[in-house]
């Protein structure tokens, strides 16, 4: 199998609070997750991209200094959004990389849904 | 020109019917295509995986490539109203490069 999941799965919090996602492959070890945000019927924007033990690289236009990704091990990964406010409420999506015979796959956690008041 | 395309849909078709859904690109050095289904307010989940040009069939779904036009296509068989979802398709040029998404085509399939 391959499961990622994500947890919270929702979460409302107050403008200016810091709010953390946290992403594991249940059952692979993943050198590679990814992070995305998506907006209501709109596809998916990659933010940022996590290699175990390093620091991720982030997509043009994403602030690195809000949206802090720590990968600390091969199976989990965690999204922090920095006083956050309602223009980061989103559904934001994690991806773990799992390798296979000649390459590898993403496979998708279930999301998260963050409401910022 | 979007690296990759997608008709937004909605696609609406009866239940039982065949259904095409389509991707086109641009960039000719994609040679690793995935098909994802995404249910309202899930992740997307995975359901076809193929490399380089050609068919591959599993159940109801055949994946087609065709990398000459620039091309590809999931085609469900016998459709159910659970076959009902946003299908996403994503590519990639080489084996370690992040995958790009399409937009994403919405299906509904009506009992």
């Known amino acids: 199998g391959a499961v990622v999941s994500q947890h919270p799965s929702w979460v409302i919090c107050k403008s200016g609070t810091s709010v953390k996602i946290e992403c594991r492959s249940l059952d692979f070890q993943a050198t590679t997750m990814f992070w995305y945000r998506q907006f209501p019927k709109q596809s998916l924007m990659l933010m940022a991209t996590s290699n175990e033990g390093s620091k991720a690289t982030y997509e043009q236009g994403v602030e690195k200094d809000k949206f802090l990704i720590n990968h600390a091990s091969l199976t989990l990964s965690t999204l922090t959004v920095t006083s956050a406010h309602p223009e980061d409420s989103s559904f934001y999506i994690c991806s773990a990389s799992k390798q296979g015979p000649s390459t590898d796959t993403q496979y998708f956690g279930p999301g998260t849904r963050l409401t910022v008041l | ?111």
Do not use: H
């Open chain 2, 1 to 111: 020109q979007k690296e990759v395309e997608q008709d937004p849909g909605p696609l609406s078709v009866p239940e039982g019917a065949i259904v095409s859904l389509n991707c086109t690109y641009s960039n000719s050095a994609f040679q690793y295509f995935m098909w994802y289904r995404q249910y309202s307010r899930k992740g997307p989940e995975l359901l076809m995986y193929t490399y380089s040009s050609g068919n591959k069939e599993d159940g109801r779904f055949t994946a087609q490539v065709d990398k000459s036009s620039k091309y590809i296509s999931l085609f469900i068989r016998d459709s159910q109203p659970s076959d009902s979802a946003t299908y996403l398709c994503a590519m990639r040029r080489d084996y370690g490069q992040n995958f790009v998404f399409g937009p994403g085509t919405r299906l509904s399939v009506l009992p």
